[in-house]
């Protein structure tokens, strides 16, 4: 989800829409049978992103972009998010959406994210 918000709007309004772009998100994961861990775990979480969670969301990032036709368009790598994201001054903030460790593996993985910033070209930095 590209929470691209105009600087115009107050702060409460841009938080509003970004909880409504969250809860879709939320609804999106629960229709497409996110596996569930239990009789009331959804089978995610969702947590800030972390340095490490760079190269998927690039990752993401150049899906979403490619479905939308505009793959061609897209220079960020993990480097950059990293770079732009995780320093003294981030220039976006960003939610993951995790799925929850697989038992028998351990493993775990992202399966969305949420990314949010009053003007930062999520595409190229």
Known sequence: LNCDHRLSRPLPQRLSLLDKKLRRLLAYLEM???EQNGPSSPGYVI???????CGEIAKMIKELAEHDGLGHKVFITENKLKEDGFGETPYFHCFVVETTSDSSSGTSSLAGYLMYFFMY???NG
């Open 47 to 53: 947590r800030k992103a972390r340095a490490e969670d």
């Open 32 to 34: 497409s049978g996110t």
């Open 121 to 123: 070209d999520s595409y």
